[in-house]
T-cell receptor, first 113, second 114 residues
C-alpha cells in the first residue's frame, strides 16, 4: 500500500467554525507533513512530525493545530480561520525526516467564507 | 539560504516534441534533488530523484542529472505525450546542516497539444 489518504476532499467552513482534516498512511513511514498550496503556487511546508513528535512548525498561526495520534494518522484542527486560509491542504509522508521521497495525498480543498 | 529556481511557464509543445524544464538550486549542504508532477485536482507524485552529484534520475522517459558544478537539475524528455500535461515542481531536501528543509520551486505548467 503506497497510498496516503485524506478526508474530506472538499470542505467549506465559516470563520467561526471548528473543523478537522485527516490524513492516513499505512506504509510504516515515521515522518508526516502538512503543506498549504494556493492556486498556481508551490506547496508551502506548515508542520513536520517525526516519530509522532512535532519537529517543525513553520511559524504557522495558532488557528491551525496539528495532532499526530499515532504513527499512521495525522490531523489538522482548524478554528477561527480567515478567508485567506482558503487553499489546498496536502498531507505527505516519508520513511524518515531525512532527505527522503515524500508521498502525497490528494489534498483537501478548503474554502473559508 | 537554500532555494530552487525553475523556468517560468507555461510551456506549450506539440506531441512528440523534446522537453526541457530548467531547474537550478542554491544549497548550503549536500541536498537531494527531486522532480514532482501534479496533475489537475491531485496531489504531487514523485517523478524522479537524485541524491548525489552526477546521479541521473529517470522514470517514464523523463531524465534529470544532478550537476553540482552548475547547481542544476534540468528535466528532459525526448518525446512528450498529451498525457504529460501537468505542473512540474523541482524540489530539494537538505538536512546536512542540521536543520531540515524541503523546498519546492514555483512549478512549470506543461501543456502538450495533439
Amino acid at each position: 500500500d503506497t497510498e496516503v489518504t485524506q478526508t474530506p476532499k472538499h470542505l467549506v467552513m465559516g470563520m467561526t467554525n471548528k473543523k478537522s482534516l485527516k490524513c492516513e498512511q499505512h506504509m510504516g513511514h515515521r515522518a508526516m507533513y502538512w503543506y498549504k498550496q494556493k492556486a498556481k503556487k508551490p506547496p508551502e511546508l506548515m508542520f513536520v512530525y517525526s516519530y509522532e513528535k512535532l519537529s517543525i512548525n513553520e511559524s504557522v498561526p495558532s488557528r491551525f493545530s496539528p495532532e499526530c495520534p499515532n504513527s499512521s494518522l495525522l490531523n489538522l484542527h482548524l478554528h477561527a480561520l480567515q478567508p485567506e486560509d482558503s487553499a489546498l491542504y496536502l498531507c505527505a509522508s516519508s520513511r524518515s525526516d531525512s532527505q527522503e521521497t515524500q508521498y502525497f495525498g490528494p489534498g483537501t480543498r478548503l474554502l473559508v467564507l | 539560504g537554500d532555494s530552487v529556481t525553475q523556468m517560468e511557464g507555461p510551456v506549450t509543445l506539440s506531441e512528440e516534441a523534446f522537453l526541457t524544464i530548467n531547474c537550478t538550486y542554491t544549497a548550503t549542504g549536500y541536498p537531494s534533488l527531486f522532480w514532482y508532477v501534479q496533475y489537475p485536482g491531485e496531489g504531487l507524485q514523485l517523478l524522479l530523484k537524485a541524491t548525489k552529484a552526477d546521479d541521473k534520475g529517470s522514470n517514464k522517459g523523463f531524465e534529470a542529472t544532478y550537476r553540482k558544478e552548475t547547481t542544476s537539475f534540468h528535466l528532459e524528455k525526448g518525446s512528450v505525450q498529451v498525457s504529460d500535461s501537468a505542473v512540474y515542481f523541482c524540489a530539494l531536501s537538505d538536512d546536512t546542516s542540521g536543520t531540515y528543509k524541503y523546498i519546492f520551486g514555483t512549478g512549470t505548467r506543461l501543456k502538450v497539444l495533439a
